[in-house]
């Protein structure tokens, strides 16, 4: 899983009405929401839009972000559903960072983007470890000549334990990371096998051995709720590992089975039943996570995320991004917004790297303007997926009593407690945390909530 909340899928998608099955059972199709409107709405005849925004002169007093997609691994996992390339030479992946850079020196010449510093900065993937520490220095050194990160208040990069190794964290410690997050997902090797994990057990601990031998400031690691072969004793028995490690932050996600997932489409091609667990299993295992974690004295920062302490371990990316940052896209289909306009690069690497190379454009693929409606609803549903939201400085900042506005599905979500509404604050359940991405449709505008997702 990546930790990256506007994730770069490429399937394509179900019906947001159909995302949550009556049944409870784990059937093919997305359900996690990490942007509005929804990306099927966006389109390559709204590009002119996006390279106008990028023409524009900047608004300054908007924080800036830059999202770099890697898009290599050693293996597709079997749940995987992002834009990801295995098998690569080194002659394929250094063409892919020579673009990258390229395409990083062309978004730091834009009027957009000049004078801006970056606040934020995510690379995500794929596996953004799978790169050397000559290309990661690199990429460093390209954007030192363009738009710098060098007082970014976050760096925070994805690894996959199987590719570390000592010189490889000094460099992204050399670099200016300062929040790593480690792909552990499980601890048992036999499930790490069955779910089509590129590493194991003993690479974990190895990795995160040398992240803590280095220092970052804040270090993560993701756990999955829900994968093939596990259980109520190996869940636990996970929990517990990942205490003994103390990390600052632990994310965890419940397993869904987008359409591209070689999961999907062995149950869609020999009609196997979904080897997933449920729903209520799913939301049942991280619900007993919360508490395990909550008793170890950690605080709970969103439906996914727990942290030692919310005052000093803030997740600067996500709570920029769904705030409404302007957040630069590098890489192959990657999803950025730029002074008011959505878009996404192109989204096979030959094309993409033709355009940046060969062309020396942007690599533009298609895009979206949304209304001054559809960013609050953005900013509303993606701020409710953190289990609180302050009502009445969203209602400030776009001019609107949002708890009037969205008056119907606050009172049905209220009804069903999956949130209360007090004090000019809403604030979800521990139900609803649980399946808050089930809940977020109900504000979508209606031609948007029978539409594909992605």
């Known amino acids: 899983m990546s930790e990256n909340l506007l994730v770069v899928p490429s399937d394509v998608g179900l019906p947001l009405s159909t995302v949550t099955p009556a049944t409870g059972l784990t059937e093919v199709g997305s359900y996690f929401v990490s942007n509005y409107p929804p990306f ?7 590009v002119p839009e996006a390279l106008s925004a990028f023409a524009s002169e900047p608004n300054k007093d908007v924080p800036l972000g830059l999202y770099l997609h890697i898009p290599f691994c050693r293996k597709r996992c079997k749940f995987c559903y ?12 250094e063409q892919y960072v020579e673009s990258l850079g390229r395409e990083i020196e062309m978004l730091g010449q834009q009027p957009a983007v000049q004078g801006r510093h970056l606040k934020v900065v995510y690379f995500g993937g794929g596996t953004p470890s799978y790169l050397g520490s000559k290309q990661l220095l690199f990429l460093r050194d390209t ?10 208040e976050e760096v925070t990069f994805e690894c996959e334990p199987g590719t570390m190794n000592l010189e490889k964290v000094k460099t992204l410690k050399e670099i200016g990371v300062t929040r790593v997050s480690l792909g552990v997902e499980n601890f048992n090797d036999a499930i790490l096998e069955e779910n089509g994990r590129a590493h194991l057990s003993p690479e974990v601990y190895r990795a995160y051995d040398w992240l803590r031998q280095v220092g970052f400031p804040q270090v993560n690691i993701d756990l999955i709720a829900g994968m093939i072969g596990e259980t109520d004793e190996n869940w636990h028995r996970c929990i517990d590992e990942a205490l003994k490690l103390e990390p600052d932050n632990i994310t965890i ?15 869609r091609e020999h009609g196997v039943t979904s080897p997933v667990a449920d729903w209520p299993t799913k939301r049942r295992w991280v619900s007993e996570a919360f508490d395990r974690c909550l008793a170890a004295g950690y605080q709970i920062s969103s439906g996914n995320e727990l942290v030692k302490s919310r005052n000093t ?3 600067v990316y996500r709570d920029n991004l769904f705030r409404g940052t302007d957040l630069l896209a590098a890489g192959v289909s990657s999803f950025g917004h730029i002074q008011g306009v959505h878009y996404q690069n192109l989204d096979r690497i030959e094309d993409y790297q033709r355009v940046v190379l060969e062309e020396g454009r942007l690599p533009i693929n298609r895009a979206l303007r949304p209304t001054a409606h559809q960013r609050l609803i953005r900013e509303f549903v993606l701020q409710l997926k953190e289990g609180h939201l302050d009502a009445e400085a969203l209602s400030r900042k776009f001019g609107v009593d949002v708890l009037s506005e969205f008056s119907e599905p606050l009172r049905n979500q209220q009804a069903a407690d999956y949130l209360v509404v007090e004090e000019g604050e809403v604030r979800l359940t521990r139900k609803g945390l649980l399946q ?13 909530r029978q539409v594909r997702y992605t």
Request: charged share 20%; aromatic share 16%; net charge negative.
């Open 313 to 315: 371990d803030r997740f």
């Open 82 to 93: 992002f834009r990801v390339y295995t098998n690569q030479n080194a002659t394929a992946i």
């Open 253 to 267: 996600y419940q397993m869904e089975l987008p359409f591209n997932t070689l999961i999907s489409k062995e149950m």
């Open 143 to 152: 954007l030192r000549r363009t738009i710098s990160w060098d007082h970014a």
């Open 436 to 448: 808050v991405d089930s809940l977020l449709p109900e504000y979508f505008e209606p031609q948007h």
């Open 40 to 46: 099927s709405q966006w389109q390559a005849e709204f």
